[in-house]
Nanobody, 121 residues
Framework: QVQLVESGGGLIQAGGSLRLSCAAS????????MGWYRQAAGKQRELVAG???????NYADSVKGRFTISRDNAKNTVYLQMNSLKPEDTAVYYC???????????????WGQGTQVTVSS
């Protein structure tokens, strides 16, 4: 139905920058909200940032001023620009999308496979 493919993770030194991308494909009529979550080892998954189809954004307090979420609706793609990275940002980052399919049934939530971000001190 819908596939989310993430890219852009990796190993980076503290203070550096990374850009994550997530492209959605499949039987998409409309992508409502897109977002990024992360899960560090031994911790629960948490919201990092979200963006609505209209461009309204929200961020976790821990990343405000350092991370920027954006989306390209024509490409069904969401991005996460991460600057001034800290070791505590180390986690698996997951893309999330709430999608209305072409059959116009109720919106459904989809997840990407996750991409590892490791920030060394």
């Amino acid at each position: 139905q819908v596939q989310l493919v993430e890219s852009g993770g990796g190993l980076i030194q503290a203070g550096g920058s990374l850009r994550l991308s997530c492209a959605a494909s499949g039987s998409i009529f409309l992508i409502n909200t897109m977002g990024w979550y992360r899960q560090a080892a031994g911790k629960q998954r948490e919201l990092v940032a979200g963006i609505t189809s209209g461009g309204r954004t929200n961020y976790a307090d821990s990343v405000k001023g350092r991370f920027t979420i954006s989306r390209d609706n024509a490409k069904n793609t969401v991005y996460l620009q991460m600057n001034s990275l800290k070791p505590e940002d180390t986690a698996v980052y997951y893309c999330n999308s709430i999608v209305t399919l072409v059959d116009l049934t109720a919106p459904r939530t989809y997840w990407g496979q996750g991409t590892q971000v490791t920030v060394s001190s």
